[in-house]
């Protein structure tokens, strides 16, 4: 049975918006919910500064003081995410990030990532997040071709992103993602070649690739009082069943392929089934979840991880600023749920996690494993490819395999 260990990486939830995509399914508040006195911001941001020092307390109380060498190290990355962390004032990112160095320790040569919109509205100011200590733009570009990104119910334009990368480069940002949508409604192969082109022309750093997806929360049962997920409004249920007709599985295969290809030629490494970059650029953040390291998370609808148990908060706003700022008392947790990982399930998650990496897992894995049942019948479908680092003899998902990659995953748990 693992032990739990302190974290390596922080993800900070900052859930507001301008407005709300039809197909997005992140912990959000839009519109009203987002601009005036309703919308609570600065409360909401007092509470996550509030949970920050918290979690803090109870990580000493388990763990000790961070410190280089000792049984808590300095965190390694830390990630601002959302909703639209670049609409947060930089007083209250410069706060935030002032409460984690001092309680979490952050590593001299950290990744500090913010999220951000590339329209001119939403894209803040980059030599500030710069001057504040981030070190990483992650722009929410989504397509480069002017009628997808209306269709989709973006609120920039293929120019907004290149003056988005542009500004983020003079600031002295020293590293760029673009994430980008495949299987859009109406999108053909050529289409995503040229959004692909276009953004390869902008020379990021790193690209994340998504194939759009459709999910109802709803009926997943997780929009509940503690679910980590808000309700679908009903405009965006609409939308995504009219989008829904309008994809195909067998397109959307093309197009991975074609990324694969096209990226490869360009020396990219695709490190994740849906992430590639430049040597060197790859996300330090991502990857301890991939690695299955633990990391700490606050803000609503936020997930951490100790290496047994999985916590997580729920969606909703206020509760959650009501248990972090109550009218009278102490702070408390805010509301959410946590469980505890069977050493089975563990096992699972450690294989299927690895599985999306360009290095596989060790070959040895598949002697005692869940994978020993599943092995034989992947390598004879086309999608697990035997491979050597470092000596070490590895299994991966072949391109095949990372097209099915479900149908393997759900096997092994
Ligand atoms: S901007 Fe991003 S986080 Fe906000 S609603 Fe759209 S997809 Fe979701």
């Known amino acids: 049975m693992s032990k739990p260990r302190p974290p390596v990486a922080l993800y900070l939830h900052l859930p507001f918006c301008l407005a709300r995509c039809p197909y997005c399914d992140f912990v959000v508040y839009a519109g009203g919910d987002a601009r005036g006195p309703r919308a609570r911001t600065e409360h909401l941001y007092a509470a996550v500064a509030r949970e920050l020092e918290l979690r803090a307390d109870a990580l000493d109380g388990r763990f000790g003081r961070p410190d280089v060498g000792g049984p808590r190290e300095p965190l390694r990355s830390v990630y601002f995410g959302g909703g639209t962390p670049s609409l947060v004032p ?3 990112l410069e706060r935030l990030l002032a409460v984690v160095r001092d309680r979490y320790g952050v590593v001299s040569d950290a990744e500090v990532t913010l999220e951000a919109n590339p329209g001119p509205e939403e894209r803040g100011d980059p030599a500030a997040f710069r001057r504040v200590g981030f070190t990483r733009i992650s722009f929410g570009a989504q397509s480069l071709d002017e009628g997808e990104l209306r269709r989709l119910g973006r609120r920039h334009s293929p120019d907004d992103v290149a003056a988005a990368v542009a500004g983020a480069r003079a600031a002295g940002i020293g590293s760029v993602n673009l994430d980008l949508l495949y299987d859009v409604p109406g999108q053909s192969l050529a289409a995503w070649e040229t959004t692909l082109q276009a953004a390869l022309a902008l020379r990021p750093d790193h690209l994340s690739l998504y194939a759009l997806t459709l999910d ?14 808000l309700p679908t409004p009903p405009g965006a249920r609409r939308w995504r069943e009219r989008a829904r007709l309008e994809q195909d599985e067998d397109r959307a295969a093309d197009q991975y392929g074609l990324a694969t290809d096209l990226l490869a030629a360009e020396g990219w490494r695709g490190y994740e089934i849906s992430n590639w970059s430049r040597p060197g650029h790859e996300s330090r953040h991502n990857l301890a979840y991939w690695e299955r390291r633990p990391y700490e998370a606050v803000g609503p609808g ?13 969606a909703t706003k206020d509760p959650y600023i009501a248990a972090l700022l109550p009218a009278q008392g102490a702070a408390a947790e805010p509301p ?15 294989i299927i996690l690895a599985l999306r990496l360009d290095v596989g897992v060790p070959a040895a894995w598949a002697d005692r494993s869940p994978l020993a049942d599943s092995r034989e019948w992947a390598e004879s479908a086309g999608l697990l490819e035997s491979m050597e680092v470092g000596g070490e003899a590895r299994l991966r998902l072949t391109l095949r395999g990372r097209l099915l990659s479900n149908e393997l995953f759900a096997r092994l748990v």
């Open 90 to 92: 930089v007083e209250w």
């Open 216 to 229: 109802d929360p709803d009926a997943e049962g997780i929009t509940g009082r503690e679910g980590d997920h």
């Open 302 to 314: 936020a997930h951490a991880f100790d290496g047994v148990v999985r916590r997580w908060n729920a």
């Open 336 to 350: 959410g749920g946590r469980e505890t990982i069977t050493p089975e399930t563990a096992t699972s998650e450690r």
